[in-house]
């Protein structure tokens, strides 16, 4: 199981949380910390071995510790697949990446559906062989109605997560505030950087020396929620447009597959506008 906390700063926490485990015969396997300076908080996150222990048992009885504490805290075994729903749009390269990992196991979650502002005939070179794809088109006359499809297909499904794959649309600051914490976008830069249309375009013209991309927690700031992770690559002046597309591309999927996996495993913690990851 993975047990995950956070709350104020105060002595004790630790050695609370690991008698705790131990009384009950658990197991710790794994135990990472950080206690935040700036903002006096401290997150952790655990993976034990519950050794008969039940789950509801567990959270019955640290839901009391918990309290002492002013805590925000799960645990869930780690065995559990998450419920995921991906949106995208044109760009499909994130798309099949993700659907690529999931079929050989490299992300342990269930894709409940696929939604896209495009038609199915979009996608006909990708696999989705097994999931059902939705298309949701959407203007900005009918945005309001399309928002309220998507919102109740997220409550159909049971999507725990909805990851924005190169979904080229503004999610609403009313859907984006109910899917706080759980709606995960990758941004085609190094954020803060060219933001709008064509951005590397604007980053040729301005001869930069590296690209990269961001995954970030959706709010209802554009691309300003808590990031999650990002990473860069080296360019040169030989390299056009069409080449910083190309590697756009490989940043992208990559940093979009660790967000996601980093989230499965309950390693990304919310600390205000920033994100505590306890990477593997």
Excluded at 209 to 222: C, E, F, R, S
Excluded at 229 to 243: G, W
Aim: charged share 25%; with cysteine; proline share 4%.
């Amino acid at each position: 199981m993975i047990l995950t906390l956070s709350c104020p700063d105060k002595p004790g926490i630790v050695a609370r949380v690991s008698t705790f485990l131990f009384e009950r015969g658990c197991n710790i396997l794994d135990a990472q910390q950080y206690d935040d300076e700036e903002t006096d908080r401290f997150f952790m996150r655990v993976v034990f071995a519950p050794d008969g222990a039940g789950l509801e048992a567990l959270r019955e009885a640290f839901a009391a510790l918990a309290a002492d504490y002013g805590m925000d805290w799960t645990i869930r075994p780690r065995a559990a697949r998450r419920k995921v729903l991906i949106l995208a749009s044109k760009f499909d390269h994130c798309l099949a990446d993700l659907v690529y990992r999931w079929r050989i196991g490299e992300l342990p979650m269930d894709i409940v559906a696929v939604v896209s502002n495009h038609a199915a005939e979009t996608y006909a070179h990708v696999d989705l062989g097994g999931l059902v794809l939705h298309h949701l088109p959407v203007s900005r006359e009918t945005k309001l109605e399309q928002e309220a499809a998507l919102w109740a297909l997220v409550q159909e499904t049971g999507a725990e997560l909805v990851i924005l794959a190169r979904y080229m649309q503004v999610l609403s600051d009313g859907l984006a505030a109910k899917l706080a914490g759980r709606c995960i976008n990758i941004h085609h830069s190094f954020l803060p950087g060219f933001k709008g249309a064509r951005p590397y375009h604007q980053a040729h013209a301005r001869g930069v020396k590296t690209i990269g991309a961001t995954a970030h927690y959706v709010t209802g700031d554009l691309d300003e929620g808590p990031i999650i992770e990002q990473d860069v690559e080296r360019i040169s002046h030989r390299d056009t447009p069409d080449d910083l597309i190309r590697k756009g591309r490989d940043i992208e999927r990559r940093v979009l597959a660790r967000a996601v996996r980093w989230w499965l495993d309950d390693r990304v913690l919310l600390n205000g506008k920033k994100t505590v990851v306890f990477t593997d």
